[in-house]
T-cell receptor
């Protein structure tokens, strides 16, 4: 079974440009999450999809960030326009929908550098 | 509010020595606790999790962690470090009040000295 995949693995852009990150969850996982780790800090929650619906987007830093999950499969996270403080590693995770302490399965992350 | 504190951003141990990575949590309700490991250029991999069953939890690669409610701790241990254990380790907490959101610590980078 394939794990969570993310593309690209690295992205270097200039301030003011736009970047789109993609996440493909594990097949059959309706829950999809985005997290971000700024260098040296903790991994922080950004938002949570259940299928194509945003369940919780309380962690999104501002309106320069737009997440979508059309069709309830893969998800994209767009940053427009990018700022220096957006640099970090963006992780995607997925999990099935069921009761109990569900494990989230993480992808390898996308390292974003904004110059 | 939920939070996780990992004491020591960098830990070095000799090969064969005990590994102890510390994690303290803050949670207003009974927590679920997790340890994840990230090897270089890889994603976060689940090592083990506490889900209110046994307080001593065994995970992969010889790691284990003990949930101590009185100390609000969930420290990760391994009796004998191996070179392949060099990685970054993250402690995380969630509970029913946080929904599906995980709260992570800042991570501990483990170096194993030959």
């Amino acid at each position: 079974e394939a794990g969570v995949t993310q593309f690209p693995s690295h992205s270097v852009i200039e301030k003011g440009q736009t970047v789109t990150l993609r996440c493909d969850p594990i097949s059959g996982h309706d829950n999809l999450y985005w997290y971000r780790r700024v260098m040296g800090k903790e991994i922080k929650f950004l938002l949570h999809f259940v299928k194509e619906s945003k369940q919780d987007e309380s962690g999104m830093p501002n309106n320069r960030f737009l997440a979508e999950r059309t069709g309830g499969t893969y998800s994209t996270l767009k940053v427009q326009p990018a700022e220096l403080e957006d640099s970090g590693v963006y992780f995607c995770a997925s999990s099935p929908v069921r009761e109990g302490p569900i494990t989230q399965y993480f992808g390898p992350g996308t390292r974003l550098t904004v110059l | 509010a939920q939070s996780v504190t990992q004491l020591g951003s960098h830990v070095s141990v000799s090969e064969g020595a005990l590994v102890l990575l510390r994690c303290n949590y803050s949670s207003s309700v009974p927590p679920y606790l997790f340890w994840y490991v990230q090897y270089p250029n890889q994603g976060l991999q689940l090592l083990l999790k506490y889900t209110s069953a046994a307080t001593l939890v065994k995970g992969i690669n010889g790691f284990e962690a003990e949930f101590k409610k009185s100390e609000t701790s969930f420290h990760l241990t391994k009796p004998s470090a191996h070179m392949s254990d060099a990685a970054e380790y993250f402690c995380a907490v969630r509970n029913e009040s946080t929904g599906n959101q995980f709260y992570f610590g800042t991570g501990t980078s483990l170096t194993v000295i030959p």
